[in-house]
Protein backbone atom coordinates (compact mmCIF):
# COMPACT_ATOMS: atom_id res chain seq x y z
CA UNK A 1 0.00 0.00 0.00
CA UNK A 2 1.78 3.49 -0.85
CA UNK A 3 1.03 6.71 1.28
CA UNK A 4 -1.29 7.90 -1.52
CA UNK A 5 -3.77 4.94 -1.18
CA UNK A 6 -4.09 5.33 2.55
CA UNK A 7 -4.52 8.66 2.52
CA UNK A 8 -7.74 8.12 0.14
CA UNK A 9 -9.20 5.60 2.44
CA UNK A 10 -8.08 7.67 6.32
CA UNK A 11 -9.72 11.06 4.76
CA UNK A 12 -12.74 9.23 2.84
CA UNK A 13 -13.12 7.37 6.57
CA UNK A 14 -13.62 10.37 8.15
CA UNK A 15 -16.29 11.51 6.45
CA UNK A 16 -17.67 8.12 7.20
CA UNK A 17 -17.35 8.07 10.54
CA UNK A 18 -19.10 10.70 11.45
CA UNK A 19 -22.61 9.28 10.44
CA UNK A 20 -21.09 5.70 12.01
CA UNK A 21 -24.36 4.21 13.47
CA UNK A 22 -26.38 5.00 9.71
CA UNK A 23 -23.23 3.24 7.65
CA UNK A 24 -23.15 0.32 10.48
CA UNK A 25 -26.93 -0.20 9.92
CA UNK A 26 -26.47 0.37 5.90
CA UNK A 27 -23.25 -1.99 5.91
CA UNK A 28 -25.61 -4.91 7.37
CA UNK A 29 -28.54 -4.41 5.22
CA UNK A 30 -25.72 -4.29 2.21
CA UNK A 31 -24.84 -7.93 3.61
CA UNK A 32 -27.64 -9.48 4.21
CA UNK A 33 -29.24 -8.11 0.56
CA UNK A 34 -26.38 -10.04 -0.87
CA UNK A 35 -26.26 -13.12 1.03
CA UNK A 36 -29.21 -13.79 3.34
CA UNK A 37 -27.66 -16.59 4.92
CA UNK A 38 -25.31 -14.79 6.53
CA UNK A 39 -27.82 -13.28 8.95
CA UNK A 40 -27.66 -16.53 11.41
CA UNK A 41 -23.65 -15.36 11.55
CA UNK A 42 -24.79 -12.66 13.90
CA UNK A 43 -26.23 -12.99 16.99
CA UNK A 44 -27.31 -10.43 20.08
CA UNK A 45 -27.56 -6.68 19.59
CA UNK A 46 -27.35 -5.73 16.25
CA UNK A 47 -26.84 -1.78 16.91
CA UNK A 48 -23.84 -3.07 19.51
CA UNK A 49 -22.12 -4.96 16.80
CA UNK A 50 -22.67 -2.32 14.36
CA UNK A 51 -20.70 0.01 16.89
CA UNK A 52 -17.72 -2.56 16.90
CA UNK A 53 -17.65 -3.23 13.75
CA UNK A 54 -17.02 0.97 13.36
CA UNK A 55 -14.67 1.13 15.89
CA UNK A 56 -12.85 -1.63 14.32
CA UNK A 57 -12.97 -0.36 10.92
CA UNK A 58 -11.77 3.09 12.38
CA UNK A 59 -8.86 1.75 14.08
CA UNK A 60 -7.61 -0.62 11.11
CA UNK A 61 -7.78 2.73 9.14
CA UNK A 62 -5.86 4.80 11.62
CA UNK A 63 -3.11 2.17 12.16
CA UNK A 64 -2.93 1.97 8.02
CA UNK A 65 0.64 3.63 8.05
CA UNK A 66 1.74 0.96 10.89
CA UNK A 67 1.41 -2.55 9.66
CA UNK A 68 3.31 -3.98 12.62
CA UNK A 69 0.29 -3.38 14.69
CA UNK A 70 -2.42 -4.02 12.64
CA UNK A 71 -1.73 -7.11 11.15
CA UNK A 72 -1.56 -9.34 14.41
CA UNK A 73 -4.90 -7.43 15.49
CA UNK A 74 -6.43 -8.17 12.06
CA UNK A 75 -4.92 -12.17 12.31
CA UNK A 76 -6.66 -12.58 16.23
CA UNK A 77 -10.06 -11.32 14.66
CA UNK A 78 -9.97 -13.62 11.76
CA UNK A 79 -9.15 -16.38 14.14
CA UNK A 80 -12.41 -14.96 16.06
CA UNK A 81 -14.19 -15.12 13.42
CA UNK A 82 -13.98 -18.90 12.56
CA UNK A 83 -15.28 -19.34 15.77
CA UNK A 84 -18.37 -17.32 14.37
CA UNK A 85 -18.72 -19.58 11.42
CA UNK A 86 -17.11 -17.37 9.31
CA UNK A 87 -16.06 -18.81 5.95
CA UNK A 88 -13.16 -17.71 2.98
CA UNK A 89 -16.01 -16.61 0.76
CA UNK A 90 -18.02 -14.42 2.84
CA UNK A 91 -14.32 -11.81 2.88
CA UNK A 92 -15.66 -11.15 -0.59
CA UNK A 93 -19.51 -10.92 0.38
CA UNK A 94 -18.20 -8.61 3.08
CA UNK A 95 -16.04 -6.81 0.84
CA UNK A 96 -18.53 -5.82 -1.41
CA UNK A 97 -21.03 -5.10 1.15
CA UNK A 98 -18.29 -2.35 2.28
CA UNK A 99 -17.52 -0.69 -0.74
CA UNK A 100 -21.53 -0.49 -1.04
CA UNK A 101 -21.59 1.22 2.08
CA UNK A 102 -18.31 3.65 1.57
CA UNK A 103 -20.30 4.76 -2.06
CA UNK A 104 -23.63 5.30 -0.19
CA UNK A 105 -22.40 6.85 2.75
CA UNK A 106 -19.72 8.68 0.49
CA UNK A 107 -22.18 9.87 -2.60
CA UNK A 108 -19.96 12.06 -4.89
CA UNK A 109 -16.67 11.91 -2.86
CA UNK A 110 -16.49 8.35 -3.43
CA UNK A 111 -14.36 8.44 -6.77
CA UNK A 112 -12.97 5.82 -8.53
CA UNK A 113 -10.09 6.57 -7.08
CA UNK A 114 -11.45 6.24 -3.42
CA UNK A 115 -13.27 2.87 -4.50
CA UNK A 116 -9.52 1.24 -5.46
CA UNK A 117 -8.00 2.65 -2.66
CA UNK A 118 -10.53 0.93 -0.33
CA UNK A 119 -10.75 -2.22 -2.69
CA UNK A 120 -7.12 -2.45 -2.41
CA UNK A 121 -6.84 -1.74 1.23
CA UNK A 122 -9.51 -4.03 2.33
CA UNK A 123 -7.83 -6.53 -0.53
CA UNK A 124 -5.11 -6.66 1.71
CA UNK A 125 -6.12 -7.22 5.05
CA UNK A 126 -8.84 -10.01 3.91
CA UNK A 127 -5.65 -11.57 2.55
CA UNK A 128 -4.05 -10.95 6.12
CA UNK A 129 -7.39 -12.27 7.77
CA UNK A 130 -7.92 -15.26 5.57
CA UNK A 131 -4.12 -16.35 6.03
CA UNK A 132 -4.88 -16.31 9.42
CA UNK A 133 -8.12 -17.71 9.59
CA UNK A 134 -6.37 -20.88 7.56
CA UNK A 135 -3.95 -21.62 10.60
CA UNK A 136 -6.47 -21.63 12.92
CA UNK A 137 -8.72 -24.41 11.29
Do not use: C
Not at 22 to 39: G, H, I, V, W
Amino acid sequence: MNQETVALVQNSWKKVAVIAPQAANLFYQNLFAADPNLKPLFKGDMDKQGKELMQMIDAAVGKLNDLETLVPILQGLAQRHVGYGVQTAHYQTVGNALLRTLEQGLNGDFTPEVKAAWTKVYGVMADVMIAASKSKA
